[in-house]
């Protein structure tokens, strides 16, 4: 949907945004040639929800929230996939007097209608949907990854004797390369973030990483290994000849209207050639700081640290707990035409429009520290490095927050009081880090349960006393804390469609995944995943704890006195507020 940058603006307007951000928008679209709608989406301005909503409204044109999973196949069916596509229109039910209902992206335009009437008749009742709804109800068409590979494998691709390539399979239009296609598309669909390609003495196993977790996906012949290995090096530009070293790169590939890149890994293992293609969306909005689960505590101290004119942000947490997401939100946050902002990155993750990021590069001399080096010369107001691993970089980084820099980082540590007594460990003096460190946030993924199976459940005496003993809440004092904690969380817009799970003196119910699961969560009992997060702000107190080598649990104990919420009570709390289960919580926190 394409809407002009007049109706924007005044949808904008509608949605009460300042004269002063609306002239923001207008200098940034004509200084980055950009229309007004592609900033409002991308600098989460409004969301395509809202900002569709509001267009609906102005054109007098009815606006539809459809759900994919509701809609029956053979609803669905009543236009051709070829022809829904082509409009980016689906058709989400029948009325009462037989009319049919047909979603659209675009209202305006006219052309789709008057075909789509055709098909349907002059009686089919327009309505218009955001369009990422409308590409997972086109989704729909297909059915399951084992029979999509059946549609686009040979019948004597089934045989298990391995061959050679030849350049029939490489071609574009070859069963290998629609096989690659489904592969990568079902991964997309199932919101995957890697995708496992892994030789087996017999076949070869497809495996996805879904919401942290690797799920087993398709096997195939074993004789389509060296053909999908070989398809997807020359997508990468990687030597297709050379099975016995590792090789890394990188394609790009548009699927649904988004484009989306992957980094390739391949590997040489005992069956064969295993290949691991990470997926990043290209188009990924960055997501405000609510909608990443901070609240309370860690959102206030957040704020404060990023207001600052100068200073460092640390985030820390093992790999994969969303540190890089994090910053990309805090990135976006504070992205304007008036700010220049630098990143030095491995690897460039997420990419910030109007942020000059560059990737570290070590064969050609580009480390985090040189590149941070060279980023100091490019007059920055902000700096990302994507992580502080040496004595070298650990001092840069603090000697440019000292000169006016604000400056954002990560750090490999448990949580967030064992990173300063690891930049000590790095070399780097105590009144330097007590006067440069803002904040450091301490961070983890957990599954989501799934809203529509998720179960409640009271804990009988026996686990109660086990979450006494994990959580410390075997108190009535802890109790009424908790309690507190949750009219917090609910204010700040956590589960605020759950009752609460605490009283004064009792813990009333916790969540649990449904055993089993259902259709929207693919039968797991979770969807999608969010942070727990406890952010330790330096306040005066710790940066005399820092200046006299306190230890880590001396500067834990000390931010708790000063209302840190750690990672296992923030992440009870998203318990109690059913966002998650008390097992996620043990699960991603057992090591501490």
């Not at 904008?12 to 004269?19: F, I, M, N």
């Not at 029956?72 to 596509?85: C, F, G, K, N, Y």
């Not at 107190?541 to 209302?563: F, H, N, P, R, Y």
């Amino acid at each position: 949907m394409r809407i002009s940058d007049a109706i924007v603006e005044k949808l904008l307007r509608q949605a009460k945004v300042s004269d002063q951000q609306l002239a923001g928008l207008h200098e940034q679209a004509k200084a980055e040639k950009k229309s007004l709608q592609e900033l409002v989406l991308t600098g989460n301005v409004l969301s395509e929800t809202d900002l569709t909503k509001l267009y609906a409204k102005e054109v007098d044109i009815p606006y539809v929230d459809i759900v994919a999973e509701d809609i029956d196949q053979s609803t669905l069916r009543l236009i051709p996939e070829r022809v829904a596509r082509q409009y980016n229109a689906v058709v989400f039910g029948v009325d009462k007097d037989g009319s049919m209902l047909l979603a659209l992206e675009d209202p305006d335009d006219i052309q789709a209608i008057s075909f789509l009437q055709k098909q349907l008749g002059e009686n089919a009742k327009i309505h218009i949907a955001p369009a990422s709804k409308i590409r997972a109800a086109l989704d729909k068409y297909r059915g399951n990854i084992g029979s999509e590979l059946t549609k686009v494998m040979s019948p004597e691709e089934d045989e298990e004797t391995e061959e050679e390539v030849n350049e029939e399979d490489l071609a574009e239009d070859s069963p290998t390369a629609q096989t690659v296609n489904v592969i990568i598309d079902y991964a997309v669909k199932a919101g995957a973030s890697d995708i496992h390609i892994e030789p087996r003495e017999d076949f070869v196993l497809v495996r996805y990483r879904v919401d942290g977790i690797l799920r087993e996906a398709n096997k195939l012949p074993k004789k389509l290994l060296n053909p999908i290995v070989s398809r997807i090096k020359i997508l990468s530009n990687l030597k297709i000849d050379e099975r016995r070293a590792p090789q890394d790169g990188r394609f790009k590939i548009e699927l649904g209207g988004q484009l989306h890149a992957l980094r390739v890994s391949t590997l040489p293992v005992v069956d064969g050639e295993k290949v691991v293609m990470r997926i990043l969306s290209e188009g990924a909005k960055a997501l405000t700081l609510e909608e990443l689960g901070y609240w309370g505590f860690a959102l206030s101290s957040i704020n404060r640290a990023i207001t600052q004119p100068h200073g460092m942000l640390l985030v820390t947490g093992p790999t994969g707990s969303g540190k890089s997401t994090s910053l990309f939100s805090i990135l976006s946050l504070l992205n304007k035409p008036t700010v220049n902002i630098s990143t030095v990155e491995d690897p460039v993750e997420y990419r910030i429009v109007g942020a000059n990021q560059t990737q570290v590069n070590p064969k050609a001399g580009m480390t985090f520290a040189s590149g941070l080096r060279a980023l100091l010369r490019q007059d920055p107001n902000i700096i990302m490095v994507g992580e502080i691993r040496d004595r070298e970089t650990a001092d840069l980084a603090v000697q440019a927050a000292l000169t006016g820099h604000l400056v954002f980082s990560t750090l490999h540590t448990n949580n967030a009081a064992t990173s300063l007594p690891r930049l000590l460990d790095m070399g780097v003096e105590p009144f330097l880090i007590a006067s440069t460190v803002r904040a450091v946030v301490g961070q983890r993924l957990v599954r989501r349960l799934c809203p529509d199976c998720r179960e409640s459940y009271q804990p009988d005496e026996a686990a109660l006393k086990h979450l006494g003993h994990i959580f410390g809440i075997n108190n009535e004092g802890t109790l009424k804390s908790l309690h507190e904690l949750e009219q917090q969380a609910i204010a700040g817009g956590i589960g605020k469609d759950i009752t609460p799970g605490t009283s004064d003196n009792r813990i009333l119910q916790l969540w649990k995944a449904h055993d089993g699961g259902c259709e929207n969560c693919g039968h797991v009992g979770y969807k999608g995943r969010t942070g727990i997060y406890e952010v330790l702000p330096n306040s005066e107190s710790i940066q005399k704890l820092i200046v006299s080598s306190a230890t880590s649990e001396d500067l834990q104990t000390q931010a708790i006195k000063e209302g840190m919420v750690t990672m296992q009570v923030d992440g009870f709390i998203k318990a109690l507020r059913g966002q998650t289960s008390v097992e996620e919580i043990l699960r991603v926190t057992s090591e501490e």
